[in-house]
């Protein structure tokens, strides 16, 4: 069966620091992956999303940015941290079977963030 | 472009109430998927429902029940005799077809719904 882990679960960082966060998924290949950002009392943001190695694509602008070095792991990452990156970090995947992109998301348990 | 709505930011029942949760999309496709998701108190999204723009059909699922009509681009949720492990934020999401859109899947701001004892 398929799974997805993401690391850390929990994160306090300052102002101005970089930033690493770690999405892996196992028991599937060539999946589509997704980062998505859920602020306190809002929705959930796409922020990015992968077909493929080295294949991203950006939602909006931001200082974050997202690699996909390997075809199961997705990386977020930030040079410098703004107080306004706080929120919970999601990592999900999606099945590419039979070429549709048309199926559900599944998720990881998140990264909450915290800049001070 | 993609959008979805859920007007219900907080919803509170007491248990055994029946509840139902709003969605409304718009998309200028005509194949899209819409998909329901619960996150409980841990966080995780848990996946409820999928459907596609072609089937109209009601389903059913134990206590759970979806609307999907699109003359009114809604896809409403319904929790029959609600408990309180119904407690959580809902979320509906759209998702237009490849040939037509992207891969991407658009969230509401979801509904959080509290079942009280």
């Known amino acids: 069966s398929q799974t997805i882990h993401q690391w850390p679960a929990t994160l306090v960082q300052p102002v101005g620091s970089p930033l690493s966060l770690e999405c892996t998924v196992e028991?599937?290949?060539?999946?589509?992956l997704y980062w998505y950002r859920q602020a306190a009392g809002r929705g959930l943001q796409l922020l990015f999303y992968?077909?493929?190695?080295?294949?991203i694509s950006s939602e909006v602008p931001q200082n974050l940015s997202a690699s996909r070095p390997q075809d199961r792991q997705f990386i977020l990452s930030s040079k410098k941290l703004l107080l306004s990156d706080s929120g919970f970090y999601l990592c999900?995947?999606?099945?590419?079977?039979?070429?549709?992109?048309?199926?559900?998301?599944?998720f990881g348990e998140g990264s909450r963030l915290t800049v001070l | 472009a993609q959008k979805v709505t859920q007007a219900q930011t907080e919803i509170s029942v007491v248990e055994k109430e029946d509840v139902t949760l709003d969605c409304v999309y718009e998309?200028?496709?005509?194949?899209?998927?819409l998909f329901w998701y619960k996150q409980p108190p841990s966080g995780e999204l848990v996946f409820l429902i999928r459907?596609?723009?072609?089937?109209?059909q009601n389903e059913i699922s134990g206590r759970y029940s979806w609307n999907f009509q699109k003359s009114t681009s809604s896809f409403n949720f319904t929790i029959t005799a609600s408990q309180v492990v119904d407690s959580a934020v809902y979320f509906c999401?759209?998702?237009?077809?490849?040939?037509?859109?992207?891969?991407?899947?658009?969230f509401g701001k979801g509904t959080k719904l509290t079942v009280n004892p």
């Open positions: 999900a995947w999606r099945s590419k079977a039979g070429g549709l992109n048309t199926g559900e998301l599944f």
């Open positions: 028991g599937t290949s060539n999946p589509n």
């Open positions: 992968s077909i493929g190695i080295d294949q």
């Open positions: 998309t200028r496709d005509t194949t899209y998927y």
């Open positions: 459907r596609n723009s072609f089937d109209e």
């Open positions: 999401a759209l998702s237009e077809a490849p040939q037509g859109g992207s891969e991407k899947l658009v």
